[in-house]
């Protein structure tokens, strides 16, 4: 293959993907906002309250904290008490153990019992953008996790299965917010 007659020939490669680029503006970060930094400096989160009548006494504390570390771990946001450019509120909505799966007896005397447990939690969130008011959006997330309630104690699906669910919930969140996916 020759070149002669090619006026792009002399152009090297790296030329050609630069100014492929030069006029565009790209959003990205290693954990995937979509944020503008220069417009969208800050972010609150308002304590949420547990609403729904269940679950741990510190429940909607502990999800507080945890969205707060979350978005402080994951954007380059300053975390302020209140009126961020970002908002996020709301409130802890539903926490539910619920039978799974039976287990009979063999004693007639004796109850069927749960062989399979759930816990459920959703949490309602006002999201609020002041930067970009179309983004605002309020969203009910929910999740949930299964356990064996024979080998899984009531205080372990207070603390352990409640982080697993929160953890899942708020990245949920992070992603339908400031992720964009």
Known sequence: MTYKNNRYAAVPIWTLIFLMFCGCKVEYSFTGTTLDYNVTKTFSVEN???DSGG???NMGQLFTENLKDYFQRNTQLELIRN?????LLGSITRYTLTPQATVSSQNQNQPDRAGQMRVTIAVEVDFINTADEEQNTKSTFSFFKDYDPRSTSLLQVETELVEEIFDNIIQDIFTSTVANW
Request: net charge negative; glycine share 18%.
């Open 48 to 50: 949420f309250f547990n």
């Open 55 to 57: 679950g741990p006494a």
């Open 83 to 87: 009126s961020g450019d970002i908002q």
